[in-house]
Structure formats: C-alpha cells, structure tokens
Nanobody
Framework: QVQLVESGGGLVQPGGSLRLSCVAS????????MGWYRQAPEKQRELVAV???????NYGDSVKGRFTISRDSAKNTVYLQMNSLKPEDTAVYYC?????????????????WGQGTQVTVSS
C-alpha cells in the first residue's frame, strides 16, 4: 500500500507565501508523476501543477508565474512553492502520484491521493 502525506498548509495573508510538501511511502518501485490539485468549496477539483519523472512540469493557468513545483525523486517527495498568494487560492490542496508499487508478488501501477491540506489566504 502506498501512502501520500502532505504538510505545509495554513493561513497566510494575501501576497504571502507557503510551501507544501508531500512524501510518498510504501513498497514503491517507481513514481511516474507527482502533482498537486486543489478543491475550493462548491467547485470541482482542478490541476495546480504536476511534474513527471523526467522533470517536465505543467501548471494550471491561474497559478502560472506564481507557483513552482519541484521534486526530490530520491526522497519520493514533491514540493509546491506558492508565492503572491491570492484569496482565490484558498482551497484544500491534494497531493497526487502515479506510482508503480508492489501488489502481492507482482507490481501494479495506480493513482494515489493524499488526505489534503487546507490553504487559506485571508487578511
């Protein structure tokens, strides 16, 4: 079983910064991509940023130029540096990973989600 554990959320004033972290643990053979999604109240979950095992990144339009995703493959960890935060960035942020992990005596590729961490941008 693979677990994703997020940290770093909290309350910040508009214009401030936060850094989220997500660590994947378990019987992992490889991680193809790791990323962040967010969901605000009464809205659909949306892509924030994703980074592949090769280092290719993709960002949601609303965060381009303000957020930076990075990855430490040796530690199975992904980070999200969030700068110039706005009230509309307020949401629960979820870590996501596309993982090849042990499944009994074989291997299986699955999509995993963290439990989410709250980010609130307010004065």
């Amino acid at each position: 079983q693979v677990q994703l554990v997020e940290s770093g959320g909290g309350l910040v004033q508009p214009g401030g910064s936060l850094r989220l972290s997500c660590v994947a643990s378990g019987r992992i053979f490889g991680i193809y991509a790791m990323g962040w999604y967010r969901q605000a109240p009464e809205k659909q979950r949306e892509l924030v940023a994703v980074v592949t095992s090769g280092g290719t990144t993709n960002y949601g339009d609303s965060v381009k130029g303000r957020f930076t995703i990075s990855r430490d493959s040796a530690k199975n960890t992904v980070y999200l540096q969030m700068n110039s935060l706005k009230p509309e960035d307020t949401a629960v942020y979820y870590c996501n990973a596309d993982v090849l992990a042990a499944a009994g005596v074989s291997r299986r590729r699955d999509d995993y989600w963290g439990q989410g961490t709250q980010v609130t941008v307010s004065s």
